[in-house]
């Protein structure tokens, strides 16, 4: 599955994989003219663009499953249900090259402007809005900017025929891996696929980790979706140290957990503006070996509380966690106030938000319309609640942002004190599938993530 901008190659590197390998080829663009008998402009032209996206959405949904070589055109994977059919038991290649050679290639193309905008600056702006989006689609980044399409067709060629790793860096991770705790049925796991190179990693990175659901539920949506790929444990001390074991493993995502969360931020190349607004990083996606670091944390607080009114919102803890709260709670109108064991940490935090801070013995200073737990406490077979139940009204709502138990003791105690309450596993489910969103390109129905959960 060939994706891109216009003018990156798409149709004829598709042709020559097509003539070197005798597989058939497709293009959804000729399709899409095949189909409704007009050229691509004539339809932008009479349907404009989002009649186009109708009509290249019911081409790729007739695509056959055995098709070998399919060439998209550079907006189809906006739609995520475009991505969700493109995705499925393929390989998606994405080729990118540098706009001054996409603007030689195409300036003389007959289609309509997207934005009225000049060709030059219509390509700056439609790649800057679409480059996240295929970086998140893509298993493979191949560069066209100075390669002829046999040379493309042969570099994809030896990726497949060679595997996507070099077998000696992806050996070396596993057994770094085995010295861990990790589940003694994921240790039979990474050995039987530790010499198949084509598949691609994910996993979590934390320590420690090995309390993460995160596992099961990526194993059972690649499956779902037919991807070659597996998410694991990766318990370790130094998040640096273990970024730099990576070139070359085929590891494609991270999940970050404590306590990294912040400390891995200087060793990544591009940070989303909310995760820098926040100071934590919980998402990695590993493209073409440089790393791009997202904050999903906060939309799975910020979802859950939809029709969630008030007030004030206190958020207990000081770490990643906790910054991904204020932000959220911020977002749905709240005013934050930060309680944290020590309040040097909560400074740090309040700087960057505005919030006020305090002490967790402070709590009982204030009667807030929202409770949101974002230490580790209760976490496990821990039997402590962050705060003396006393502190908790009715009335009151609790987010307890631990799930595992679900049934937290800060929970238990807020339901026998009449609060209406919010389980970890809210959160744990909607930053979950934003994630994997943005490590697959996938949008995941919520209700698929309950079901696996469950």
């Avoid at 056959?64 to 969700?84: F, K, L, Q, Y």
């Avoid at 399409?149 to 025929?161: S, T, V």
């Avoid at 320590?207 to 995160?214: G, N």
Wanted: proline share 7%; with cysteine; charged share 20%.
């Amino acid at each position: 599955m060939l994706i891109g901008y216009r003018g990156t190659g798409k149709s004829s590197i598709g042709k020559a994989l097509s003539r070197m390998t005798g597989q058939g080829y497709l293009d959804t663009d000729q399709l899409i003219e095949d189909v409704t008998g007009k050229k691509i402009s004539q339809i932008f032209e009479s349907e404009g663009e989002a009649g186009f996206r109708e009509i290249e959405q019911h081409v790729i949904a007739r695509i056959p499953s055995d098709a070998g070589i399919i060439s998209t055109g550079g907006g189809a994977v906006i739609r995520p249900v475009n991505v969700r059919m493109l995705r499925m038991n393929s390989l998606v290649i994405l080729l990118n090259t540098s706009p001054e050679v996409i603007f030689n290639r195409i300036h003389k193309s007959d289609r309509p402007s997207l934005t009225g905008l000049s060709p030059r600056e219509e390509i700056e702006q439609v790649l800057k809005e679409r480059m996240p989006i295929y970086r998140s689609v893509a298993d493979i980044v191949i560069d066209t900017t100075i390669t002829t399409p046999e040379e493309a067709a042969k570099q994809i060629l030896n990726l497949i025929e060679n595997g996507i790793c070099v077998p000696d860096k992806r050996k070396e991770l596993f057994a770094s891996v085995m010295k861990t705790a990790i589940p003694s049925g994921e240790k039979i796991h990474l050995k039987k696929i530790s010499g198949d190179y084509d598949i691609f990693l994910y996993g979590i990175l934390g320590y420690p980790c090995m309390h993460s659901k995160s596992p099961g539920i990526y194993n059972h949506l690649f499956a779902d979706y037919g991807m070659p790929a597996h998410y694991t444990w990766f318990e370790h001390k130094d998040p640096g140290r273990f970024l730099s074991l990576l070139p070359g493993t085929g590891v494609r995502g991270l999940s970050v957990t404590i306590p990294h969360k912040e400390t891995v931020i200087p060793y990544l190349d591009e940070i989303k503006h909310d995760a820098e607004s926040i100071g934590a990083v919980n998402t990695i996606l590993i493209q073409d070996d440089k790393k791009y670091g997202f904050n999903t944390d906060w939309k799975g607080i910020y979802r859950p509380l939809e029709g969630t009114h008030g007030d004030t919102a206190v958020i207990l803890g000081a770490g990643g966690a906790a910054a991904a709260a204020v932000y959220a709670v911020s977002m749905r109108g709240f005013t934050p106030v930060i309680l944290n064991r020590t309040p040097e940490r909560a400074e740090h935090l309040a700087r960057k938000s505005g919030a006020e801070i305090g002490t967790l013995a402070d709590i009982g200073k204030y009667h807030p319309d929202l409770l949101i737990n974002a230490t580790p406490i209760g976490m496990g077979s821990d039997p402590h609640t962050p705060i003396p139940p006393s502190a908790l009204e009715p009335g009151m709502k609790v987010f307890d942002l631990v799930y595992t138990p679900r049934d937290t003791p800060l929970l238990q105690a807020a339901l026998a004190s009449g609060c209406s309450v919010i389980p970890g596993t809210e959160m744990f489910i909607h930053q979950l599938a934003e994630q994997f969103r943005i490590l697959t390109g996938i949008e995941t129905p919520i209700s698929r993530l309950r079901e696996i959960l469950a």
